[in-house]
């Protein structure tokens, strides 16, 4: 078999759309489908699962799938190592992933003081949910991920590293004309009568879980598809709502910030691969540690 039939299904099932992996691999969508077919007739087996969104892999697709990225990721390392026999190290890109609070400055910034010490380094950031970014690290996308163990948590999996970095405080996010601007901490008792807006499960359970302890049921009247979506409708007063406190200096400017008594937290770590880690992932996470460290709310 092709090491290039196998990319495609990966890159397929990673997708979950022929059409986009066709984008992205800059080649016909016929083009993907036949090497998916070839590959199926090679293994006797259907990969993919059509559905009115686009394709998943069978279960015999998902055991394909992970056996396939693991010999691309070992085929990849092979032909750095050549050329690097060949030409002298080469610079290695960094691939981080963080979740969209952390990605808005802790991260970015944590990057900077990293190319301020090393030098140039060429460097991504994806911006995710803590669960997608876990995967994109299991299958060798990214170098890093910082992510947090709001609910439903993490997972334990041998083959990633899991290092705490700090604790972030969860606070409520205002508009900035509200009557609690400037104040603070505050009960969440003063908020009782507020409409609130969530945009994902794991803060909204934080939100639900707190008001609970407090003996108030939170009233989620809206839903955002994002973050920034989420602080639209309280830049507009439309509610309020419960947020990280490592975005609080990357807010809007019509947008503030109110601390809690007893606020809920939620642990921030670094994942990485245990195989091959990059090297400038370690002192990338010391940088970030310094940051808890240094202004741990």
Known sequence: MELRGWRTFVTVCRLGS?????????????????????????????????????????????????????????????????????????ARPLAVGATPSLAAGVVPEAIRALLERSGPLPWSLLPALSASLYDRVLVGDLDLAVV???????????????????????????????????????PLRALAGESWVEDDDGSEALLRQHA???????RIDLAAADLLGKLALVATGHAVALVPGVLTRALRTDVTTVRLVDPPTRGVYAVTPRRDPHPAAAPLFDLLASHFAADPA
Not at 42 to 68: I, K, M
């Open 18 to 90: 022929l059409s986009a992996a066709a984008v992205a691999l800059h080649r016909t969508q016929s083009a993907v489908s036949r090497q998916i077919a070839g590959l199926e007739r090679e293994l006797g087996v259907a990969l993919l699962d059509r559905h009115a969104r686009g394709v998943r892999p069978t279960p015999a697709g998902e055991v394909f799938r992970r056996h396939a990225q693991a010999t691309l990721d070992e085929a990849d390392r092979a032909v750095r190592a050549v050329r690097e026999a060949r030409d002298g190290p080469a």
């Open 148 to 186: 947090t163990d709001a609910p439903p948590g993490l997972p334990h999996v041998p083959r990633v590293e899991r290092r705490f970095l700090g604790l972030d405080e969860m606070v409520v996010a205002l508009p900035a004309g509200h009557p609690l601007a400037g104040e603070g901490p505050v």
């Open 212 to 218: 609970a302890r407090a003996g108030l049921v939170a």
